[in-house]
């Protein structure tokens, strides 16, 4: 309910702080409110007790002793600031009056009522022309027939609630700042751990299958959905690390038997005489040459992943290696509607395996021609980068998804674009990726602005003759 009171983008730990302050604002108004009432009741009845008080006191002492032990006992209570008393006639002449300058200015009533009789009280509220404050006066007729009137202002009482609410203010800010601490708690405790996770929880959805929850200040309750979390992970990982090693041994020990049927198929292919079954040899070798070309993939993807490729080492000019790639692609990609263009304007001369390299440019110009649509560009290029020399292949396709630019390297996994209609099975580019490893560079991909996407390759440059005898 309270959700839809903030903004969307403001962060929990503000709306909570928020709300608290509001709601101890709201309570220490309302504590203020209903205090301050109840003291006014409070006070109210006791002032008319004062004034019920001390009108029959001096009624009996003017009764008794005539004016002056009013005026005497007037003085020696010492309230001047707050009270007044005064004695009219029947006709409502004034015969005597204290009234402090603090009391002066309310209009008092000029006749008791007709019907009031000796001993009686009455007490009525006079309000200021000027000020808030308010005059409570009561009367009494006395034995004389003239009329006793003594009044004392609220003056002290509102003076007493606003230094109780001024008090009050100040608890209700010590309280607020209190109720802080347990949100400080919280929000250390609980949300920025959860918060932690969270960041997390994306590195795992990027493809960081190393990524764990890390909640060390957290709640038990936390520290111990994080660890059951990563428990899970780590069991996750453990199986898919044993689904590769069986994947590798499966393929090497495929790769001989994928040798043997291949050597007798093709010598039933040679001497066969029967049209129909040398023609179903022939499917059958090139089922098999597919198989084998699985199989040797996987294999030297697992050894690019360990740096055990063997490579063949020489120095080449990489604008010549594109050069002779653009030329032998530049067909293929007339016949898929695509226009490959070659960007290498300068020699870089880089030691490394021509074979290896060949393929690897050539996995990311297939995956290019896969899924760029008819009438699309393809452009192979050739780049420095700092002390490395960059091959990149750009192409006019759909381009990545956001998981796609961190698991697209990974082996058997294919991009968000792929579909029934695309050739592959995820292996081309994790086959780059472990080429360049072992190489010593590196890999990576990007979503271009004007469309499409960019594969690049970045292999040490240097110096290759001093490289070459590092080697």
Known sequence: MFSKLF??????????GLLLTV????????????????????????????VLDDLGE????????????????????????????????????????????????????????????????????IQHP??????????????????????????????????????LWLAGLASTAFMLV???????????????????????????????????????????FASAFNAGLDRIDGLTAELQSAND?????????????????????????????????????????RAADLVQTILTTRAGEHKALKLHLEI???????????????????????????????????????QRINQAVANLLDNAFAYTPRGGTVTLALAANGDQARILVRDTGPGLSAADLTSIWQRFTRGSAASANTPGMGLGLSLVHAIIHTHGGQTGCRNREEGGAEFWIDLPAGDPLHAANAV
């Open 249 to 289: 041994n499966l393929a090497h020990e495929l790769r001989t038997p994928l040798a043997r049927i291949r050597g007798n198929l093709e010598i039933y292919h040679d001497h066969t005489e029967n049209a129909t079954a040398r023609d179903a040899a022939a499917r059958g070798l090139e089922e098999i040459d």
């Open 58 to 125: 001096y009624a009996v002492l003017y009764n008794r002793s005539g004016l002056k032990e009013i005026t005497d006992v007037f003085a020696a209570g010492g309230h001047e600031e707050s009270q007044a008393v005064r004695i009219t006639s029947p006709q409502g002449l004034a015969i005597f009056e204290q009234i402090p300058t603090a009391v002066a200015g309310y209009q008092w009533p000029d006749h008791a009522p007709a019907r009031m009789k000796p001993s009686e009280t009455l007490l009525v509220t």
């Open 23 to 50: 709601l101890m604002a709201c309570s220490t108004a309302l504590c203020i409110t209903v205090a301050g009432w109840a003291m006014k009741q409070n006070l109210s009845s006791i002032a008319r007790a004062v």
């Open 316 to 354: 080449i000019d990489l604008r010549e290696l594109l050069a002779h790639l653009h030329e032998l692609y530049k067909a293929a990609a007339e016949e898929r509607g695509l226009t490959l263009t070659l960007d290498a304007p300068a020699s870089h001369w880089v030691l490394l395996d021509r």
């Open 130 to 167: 000027a000020r808030d404050q308010q005059l409570l006066a009561g009367c009494q007729v006395l034995n004389d027939g003239n009329i006793l009137w003594f009044g004392r202002t609220d003056a002290e009482d509102l003076a007493y609630v606003e230094h109780i609410r001024g008090h």
């Open 182 to 224: 347990p949100l400080w708690w919280f929000v250390r405790h609980v949300l920025r751990p959860v918060q932690d996770m969270m960041k997390s929880t994306c590195k795992l959805a990027e493809g960081r299958t190393d990524a764990r929850l890390v909640a060390p200040d957290a709640v038990p309750e936390l520290q111990a």
């Open 7 to 16: 903004p969307e983008h403001l962060p929990s730990t503000w709306r909570l």
